[in-house]
Structures are given as structure tokens and as C-alpha cells.
């Protein structure tokens, strides 16, 4: 049964432009700790982090902690180290994903370890996370090292998770829940949570960043998800049923296996575990897909997470920022239409 929810109304099509505005002057002195910290005397570190960082991102996370900051009146410095590290987290966990994922693309460019090889793209990745901990010891809070290294652990566990579930059409929808929580929404919710810290708020209003953080996430992971089968490289920076070939049992997979005939759910069998991965077998699969009202009940699921994320605001500040973060909830959904 498709949940019902009450819609996050927009007349214009919504985008990261509000928050991109907000942000403009802080993220620019993100960029330059970014530039700064993974510049190195081995040319092959700045060469390959390079490539990533400057491959079109929409640095969605950094930004998020900048304008979280500003939600709560924060007129420090602090964060923009802070906000450079949970990149260089994501940066770090993007190289090491694509390396277990064996990506051929990201972005709609080539990726790292097609162009330098596994090993690099892996020590690259160390590195990066090695200069994130060196941010986070610069800025002295013990608050905020336990925020970020307590995500970076629960990313790793996340990432390992799903690989254990890889290619197991036996995975429940809870244990799905679970680790889009944790490879994605973690960071989220670590990057809003540590505005929080730098604008000295009490706990409440740390949990209530973390909360809108999480509920993102979720929900951007979700559409994430659910395109994976709509989409094309142009649109999602990766070729259209990357998932389905690696044997990732998504939410959508889970609903229209559960939903199936024997027959159907024969096939999602034989598509995890391998034997079904032709052009054909995707089109069978959207297909499924479609006429299960999986598709339909995944976007409905991520406006569901994304109503929470808007709901965790609460009372919290008001203006320019709390519409920027918003609209960003609005965006991360509407990707599927």
C-alpha cells in the first residue's frame, strides 16, 4: 500500500541554489582549506584527490554544516575547517567505494582507480581521512572529534554491512534501513550536528540537526536508490542499473520481491546472485519494478524521511537559512521527477 503524506509544497521546481547563495563567502574559505590540506610532496596525492574533489560534486555536505551555522547565528570561523573535514570524509569514502564497488564511472567522469589503479585510489582515500583528523584536532573540541570519528566509524561499519548483504535477496527491509543509515546518513547528520558544537547550543539543538541530518540522508539515499533504475549517466553521474548488476538488494528490489509472483521472485534470485544482468534483465527488472508500485512506494517512503528532516527544525531560527535547508530537503526528493 503506498503511504500517504502530506507533500512539500513548491510552486518552482526546488534546487540547492538558496543554500549555494547562503554559503557563498564561508564555502569559498572551505574551498582554500580543501586546496591547502590535500596538497602534498608526492604528486600522485593532489593529482588523484584533485580529480574527485574538483569532479562536480555539489559538496552538499559541507555545505549543510555552513548552513546549519547559520541557522543558528554562528559568526565564527570554526566551522569552515570542520566543514573542509566531513569533505574530506566523503571524498575519502567515495575513493574506497568505488574500489569495492569496481565503478567505472562517478559523476559522469572516469573514476580514480580506473585511471590510477586500486592501490592508489585505497591510500589516497587514507590520506584523505588522515588530514579530515588532522582538521578536527586543530579545532580542540573533544565534542566534535567524537561526532566525526563516531560517523566515520559508523560509515565503515555501514559500508561493510552492505557488502555482507550484497547479492542476498534474502535482506530485510530493516537490515536495508540500517546501512543506508549508516554509508550515508551518518555523515549527514554529523555534518549539521557539529553547528550545533561551534555555536556553543545545548544538546536539544545538537539532536535536532542530528535529526534533520538523518532524515536527509535517509531520504536522499532512498531516490538514490529508486533512480538507479529511471535514471541515465547524464542525469546520476553513473550508468543506469549499476545496483542491479552488483547485486545490491535495494528497497525497491525488496518490495517487488516480497510483492511478486514465484516466478518474480525467481528472477529477482537469479538477478542478485549474478545470473540475470543482460540489458534485457533490467528492463524485466523496472518493469517489475513499476508494476509493483515499488518505484511508487520508495518516493513515497523518501517524503516521508524527508517531512522529518523539515519537522526536526522545529523552532529553530527562521529567514534565509531555515528556507535554504528546506528546500534542500525538497530538492534531494524531487530528483525523481
Not at 303 to 322: K, N, T
Amino acid at each position: 500500500m503506498t503511504a500517504t503524506v502530506t507533500p512539500l509544497h513548491r510552486k518552482a521546481a526546488p534546487s540547492l541554489e538558496p543554500m549555494v547563495r547562503l554559503v557563498e563567502a564561508d564555502m569559498k574559505q572551505v574551498n582554500a582549506v580543501i586546496l591547502d590540506r590535500m596538497q602534498s610532496d608526492v604528486p600522485l596525492i593532489p593529482e588523484l584527490a584533485g580529480h574527485l574533489i574538483a569532479g562536480g560534486g555539489k559538496r552538499m555536505r559541507p555545505m549543510l554544516t555552513l548552513a546549519c551555522a547559520r541557522l543558528l547565528d554562528y559568526d565564527g570561523t570554526r566551522h569552515h575547517k570542520l566543514a573542509a573535514s566531513v569533505e574530506f570524509i566523503h571524498t575519502a569514502t567515495l575513493l574506497h567505494d568505488d574500489v569495492v564497488d569496481g565503478s567505472g564511472l562517478r559523476r559522469g567522469k572516469r573514476t580514480a582507480n580506473m585511471i590510477w589503479g586500486n592501490p592508489a585510489s585505497v591510500l589516497v582515500g587514507d590520506f584523505l581521512f588522515s588530514r579530515s583528523f588532522e582538521l578536527m584536532v586543530e579545532d580542540g573540541s573533544l565534542r566534535v572529534l567524537r561526532i566525526l570519528s563516531n560517523a566515520s566509524a559508523v560509515i565503515a561499519e555501514g559500508e561493510v554491512n552492505q557488502l555482507t548483504a550484497q547479492r542476498r535477496i534474502e535482506t530485510t527491509e530493516e537490515r536495508y534501513l540500517d546501512i543506508i543509515g549508516a554509508k550515508t546518513a551518518a555523515l549527514f547528520a554529523a555534518a549539521c550536528r557539529i553547528a550545533a558544537v561551534v555555536a556553543e547550543r545545548d544538546e536539544s539543538v545538537e539532536l535536532a540537526l542530528d535529526a534533520y541530518g538523518r532524515n536527509l540522508g535517509i531520504a536522499f539515499q532512498l531516490i538514490d536508490d529508486a533512480i538507479d533504475y529511471l535514471s541515465d549517466g547524464a542525469t546520476m553521474g553513473k550508468d543506469t542499473g549499476d545496483d542491479f548488476r552488483d547485486g545490491k538488494v535495494t528497497l525497491p528490489v525488496i518490495l517487488a520481491h516480497a510483492r511478486g509472483s514465484d516466478e518474480d521472485r525467481q528472477f529477482w534470485r537469479d538477478a542478485m546472485e549474478g545470473r540475470r544482468a543482460s540489458d534485457d534483465d533490467l528492463a524485466h527488472a523496472t518493469r517489475l519494478l513499476r508494476e509493483t508500485g515499488a518505484l511508487d512506494d520508495t518516493f513515497a517512503r523518501a517524503r516521508i524521511y524527508g517531512q522529518r528532516a523539515v519537522d526536526a527544525l522545529g523552532g529553530l531560527g527562521s529567514g534565509h537559512a531555515r528556507a535554504a535547508l528546506v528546500e534542500a530537503v525538497e530538492f534531494a526528493v524531487a530528483r525523481a521527477y
